[in-house]
Nanobody
Framework: QVPLVESGGGPVQAGGSLRLSCAAP????????MGWFRQAPGKEREFVAS???????YYADSVKGRFTISRDNAKVTVYLQMNNLKPEDTAVYSC????????????????????WGQGTQVTVSS
């Protein structure tokens, strides 16, 4: 198991930016596929972005061009830079870890991720 901890959420006005962080204290994330998912009240969890161990990234159409997923050089932290935030981005954002070989479609499916953080709330006001 990988104990994941997210940080960086909070309130922000529409058009603003936030950077979310995801780390596993005392461990490196270099061997894991990492993903960010979000869940808004009354809605199902949805894919936001993911990154392979080699750095290839994937995004939901709704965030493409506004959000960027990345790893730090030491590969102990995964980030989600969120720019030009919109009220519809309001949700609890969770990071997750996966192992193995995933297809492009598999990178977007929450059931392929085996460890999850508790989530961090992002609230975008208009």
């Amino acid at each position: 198991q990988v104990p994941l901890v997210e940080s960086g959420g909070g309130p922000v006005q529409a058009g603003g930016s936030l950077r979310l962080s995801c780390a596993a204290p005392g461990r490196t994330l270099s061997n894991y596929i990492m993903g960010w998912f979000r869940q808004a009240p009354g809605k199902e969890r949805e894919f936001v972005a993911s990154i392979r161990t080699g750095g290839v990234t994937y995004y939901a159409d709704s965030v493409k061009g506004r959000f960027t997923i990345s790893r730090d050089n030491a590969k102990v932290t995964v980030y989600l830079q969120m720019n030009n935030l919109k009220p519809e981005d309001t949700a609890v954002y969770s990071c997750a870890a996966a192992t193995g070989l995933l297809t492009i479609q598999g990178m977007r499916r929450s059931e392929n991720y085996h460890d999850w953080g508790q989530g961090t709330q992002v609230t975008v006001s208009s």
